[in-house]
């Protein structure tokens, strides 16, 4: 009889334990993409004022970095709790992946452009990356609840 309690018992901690960490991943994926939403935030306000754009390429790293491995933050058993995404990222990892790609070499021109100072490019640029956000978060993003 004991044994069948503690087997329970352990099968329901590491379920709990399970939980968790599904809970860390979808915490850190969410602040990343908080973070990323304060660095285009600040750098629309650069790009708003005209200003120089080449100490854009820092916040323009620190989003790219986020981007590296996003699909690391998105583990099977991460689909429910405290998250938007929706289910096509585990049904089509292939098409998420290709999004992914898409950001990245949006961020690449983004900082080439604003490497160079050049405010016309840097601002096509940001406008690229803003329509690679928006095509991933049509497809794999759900709305606010």
């Known amino acids: 009889m004991k044994t069948v309690l ?11 334990a399970g939980a968790a960490a599904a809970q860390d991943v979808i915490a850190q994926r969410r602040e990343g993409m908080r973070t990323e939403g304060r660095q285009m ?3 629309k306000g ?20 986020f ?3 996003l699909q690391a933050l998105y583990p099977p ?15 089509d990892p292939a098409g998420f992946e290709a999004a992914r790609t898409t950001i990245v070499a949006a961020l690449g021109t983004l900082r080439v452009a604003a490497a160079s100072g050049d405010l016309p490019a840097t601002t096509a640029g940001f406008t690229q990356v803003g329509a690679a956000c928006a095509a991933c978060h049509r497809a794999y993003r759900g709305p606010a609840r």
Do not use: C, N
Request: charged content about 25%; overall charge negative.
């Open 6 to 16: 503690f087997a329970g018992m352990a099968t329901a901690l590491i379920g709990l």
């Open 67 to 69: 981007y590296r491995d």
């Open 46 to 65: 650069v790009l708003d004022a005209r200003g120089d754009t080449r100490p854009l390429v820092e916040r323009v790293d620190t989003i790219a970095a």
């Open 41 to 43: 935030e600040a750098i």
């Open 77 to 91: 058993g991460t689909q429910t709790g405290e998250t938007r995404a929706l289910p096509a990222i585990w049904s």
